[in-house]
Nanobody, 115 residues
Framework: QVALVESGGGLVQPGGSLRLSCAVS????????MGWYRQAPGKERELVAD???????NYADSVKGRFTIARDNTENILYLQMNSLKPEDTAVYYC?????????WGQGTQVTVSS
């Protein structure tokens, strides 16, 4: 049984930073491209960043240059460093596999950017 546990969200002012973590258990983590998704109120879930098994990265245009995705294949943890946060980054953030059927979604972690 695969479990995804996201953490690290919170309330931050515009321009601030947060580091999200996603602990993945019950999966051969290193075999898959992993990604961070987000879902804002009233909007569909969107992929904002992904990282391949060889640590190649891709970013949505909206976060490019501000967010950095990383993975630790020893500890089975996925990270998202978020800098220069904007109010439009407010959303629940989730991690999951990319380009294959997703695992059961975790509870996500809420990120709120507001002054």
């Amino acid at each position: 049984q695969v479990a995804l546990v996201e953490s690290g969200g919170g309330l931050v002012q515009p321009g601030g930073s947060l580091r999200l973590s996603c602990a993945v258990s019950g999966s051969i983590f290193r075999r898959y491209t992993m990604g961070w998704y987000r879902q804002a109120p009233g909007k569909e879930r969107e992929l904002v960043a992904d990282i391949t098994t060889n640590s190649g990265t891709n970013y949505a245009d909206s976060v490019k240059g501000r967010f950095t995705i990383a993975r630790d294949n020893t500890e089975n943890i996925l990270y998202l460093q978020m800098n220069s946060l904007k109010p439009e980054d407010t959303a629940v953030y989730y991690c999951n596999r990319v380009r294959v059927s997703p695992y059961p979604w975790g509870q996500g972690t809420q990120v709120t950017v507001s002054s």
